[in-house]
């Protein structure tokens, strides 16, 4: 997908445009069931028997997440041995598929079906740091009768019609619920079993993964012949240990994964690609609010302007992709024209960023292993495709990572490709998985449901698109040395919410 800061108009809107004919998007709502038959309850007096639930730990290739979901995994075996029950099946969903289309779920369907349809109950998906109460959740699952199809988790909602869901239900967004995947969700077998049938008849379309929780929920409704989110008040993302969770199956271990000291704001280097008309529109908010954060940070533009400066890489603006310039970053990057880091960002002129935050989020990382991270998306996942991280929240990459990219002679097919699919495409072919973290955001805040943000500390926003880009810096992405702390802020900001 086109990740040029100098496309006109929002880059993610002129995509939706082009993809729109073939991505269902429903305009009205009226045919959604709001409770989904959530009156009809199973036989409350048989506790679920642990064995009757495969967990899914949606869970990651790069190390730093291969190692956290492990340990999670030993976490609920220990539970279960402590409770003195049967061990549960246990699945790290990276470990599914040998492409990448495991993160996206509805591929590997027909796999759950055919290994667990017979003796198992429920599918029960949780994300890496989400925490289980074993005895609720059996207490929580046994309440819903494991015969019909459910969908159960913790409800999102739009307030408003947004590009990231391109625009569905616009006449009443809030009526379409769809899973916080951080407080856990479940499929019964009947469903799975459905929904595999379905995968397997009706082959999957070569199209975009965008916000995966969302077109999940959208697959299984399937414009009101299938069930609507059942929400669950006992699947929460409230902080692990605090009052407000005593009555919660799901809880949360962290907001913002910390491992130790940050990362030395020396060691990375900050590259922000930008052209000559947005020189005085776009830069100066890049100057007020997160530039002073940045050790080392160069701005990339088609004009050299020494008030700024700018660097001109000799790459021609385009009005798509940018795929040239972005090339040409990798390649400066490991230059002796600039200080040798071993961490890289590159950034749009309208992307916000929050520095102290990314060093702290790096500590977990292994620059000595080719990490390329962001936030991910996907395209034809279900034949094939390959995963790739948006341009507009902040690509980040190891040099380790550009090393091998830039051995390899992946390169792009002209100036204009969409940089951020090619190098998705390059990091396939290589065998590298892309790293997805939730905090790095394509869109502005307004772009997503209040509760997902609520139990986040945001690294990333993306776009000045009707907002006071200022303002929303500083109530999202205020850093701790500002005049309240970075926790405080987050309180703030959940009450407000």
């Known amino acids: 997908m086109p990740t040029g800061t100098c496309l006109p108009g929002n880059k993610v809107a002129s995509f939706c445009l082009i993809f729109l004919y073939c991505i269902p998007v429903i305009a009205a709502a009226k045919d959604i069931k709001e409770d989904n038959h959530s009156q009809v309850q199973g036989d409350s007096k048989r506790l679920l028997d642990l064995k009757e639930i495969v967990f899914v730990i949606q869970s990651q290739g790069n190390s730093f997440h291969e190692n956290h979901a492990e340990k999670q995994r030993q976490e609920i075996l220990q539970q279960a041995a402590n409770s003195e029950q049967n061990l549960p099946i246990v699945l790290l969903i990276h470990k ?23 003796n198992s109950s429920w599918i029960f998906f949780l994300e890496e740091e989400t925490t289980l109460k074993i005895p609720k959740l059996l207490e929580t699952l046994s309440r819903f009768d494991k015969e019909q199809e459910w969908f159960l988790g913790k409800p999102l909602h739009d307030d408003e019609s947004t590009i990231i869901h391109h625009y569905a239900f616009a006449d009443n967004p809030t009526v379409f619920k769809y899973p916080d995947f951080a407080a856990g969700w479940a499929l019964s077998m009947p469903l799975i079993n459905r929904l595999a049938k379905k995968v397997k008849d009706e082959p999957l379309k070569s199209d975009f993964t965008i ?235 307004d772009d997503y449901s209040r509760d997902y943000l609520a139990h986040q500390i945001p690294v990333s926003f993306h ?29 703030m900001i959940r009450e407000e919410l």
Request: proline content about 6%; glycine content about 8%; some cysteine.
């Open 463 to 491: 776009k000045h698109w009707n907002i006071d880009p200022v303002t929303v810096f500083n109530k999202w992405l205020a850093e701790e040395n500002d005049p309240i702390s970075q926790q405080q802020q987050h309180t």
């Open 96 to 118: 599914l598929s040998e492409n990448e289309a495991g993160w996206s779920i509805l591929p590997i369907m027909p796999r759950f079906s055919a290994t667990y349809g017979r």
């Open 211 to 445: 916000d995966l929780k969302h077109e999940i929920a959208l697959y299984i409704w399937e414009n009101g012949n299938g069930p609507s989110l059942t929400p669950v008040q006992e699947l929460c993302t409230k902080e692990e240990g605090s009052p407000a969770a005593k009555d919660c199956a799901t809880t949360l271990k962290t907001y913002l994964p910390f491992c130790g000291d940050p990362v030395d704001k020396k060691d990375i280097f900050i590259a922000v690609k930008t052209c000559r008309k947005f020189h005085k529109e776009r830069i100066p908010v890049v100057k007020k609010t997160w530039q002073k954060h940045a050790a080392l940070i160069e701005y990339y533009s088609d004009h050299a302007d020494a008030t700024i400066p700018t660097v001109n890489l000799g790459i021609p603006n385009t009005e798509r992709g940018h795929c040239g310039k972005t090339f040409a970053i990798l390649e400066r990057f490991l230059s002796e024209a600039i200080p040798k880091t071993n961490w890289l960002v590159i950034v749009d002129d309208d992307t916000l960023i929050s520095v102290p935050r990314l060093q702290k989020l790096l500590s977990c990382y292994d620059a000595n292993e080719p990490v390329f991270l962001g936030e991910r998306y996907g395209y034809g996942l279900g034949i094939g495709g390959y995963s790739y991280i948006t341009g507009g929240g902040g690509m980040v990459f190891s040099r380790e990572a550009v090393v091998r990219l830039l051995e390899s002679n992946c390169r792009c097919y002209s100036n204009d490709a969409p940089d951020d699919m090619v190098l998705g495409m390059c990091f396939n072919g290589l065998g590298i998985p892309v790293t997805h973290s939730a905090l790095f955001h394509q869109a502005r805040p």
